[in-house]
């Protein structure tokens, strides 16, 4: 399991979101036999930052913060604010 943190606030005071995601996993694993590949899925927490732009979050998270992909206001590619 790998962690990762900070001991203190943001400056605006406004903790991100992280989003609990199912992903499909693949790990290569060299051995003397040659090159494996093992596969599954994996649950996987992922910070608000880094599923921007993929329509996950709502078009406005947070002030001065914007989803592009979930921007109503782009045809075809938003959903209601």
């Known amino acids: ?12 005071r406004r903790i991100p979101r992280t989003y609990e995601t199912l992903v499909d996993t693949v790990i290569e694993v060299n051995g003397p036999d040659g090159v494996r590949y093992v596969t599954g899925s994996s649950t996987t927490r992922l910070w608000e930052r880094d599923v921007l732009g ?21 045809p075809g590619r938003g959903r209601p604010a």
């Open 1 to 12: 399991m790998l962690r990762t943190g900070a001991t203190s606030d943001p400056a605006d």
């Open 54 to 74: 993929f329509g996950v979050t709502p078009a406005r998270p947070g002030p001065r913060i914007y989803d592009l992909a979930g921007d109503p206001r782009r």
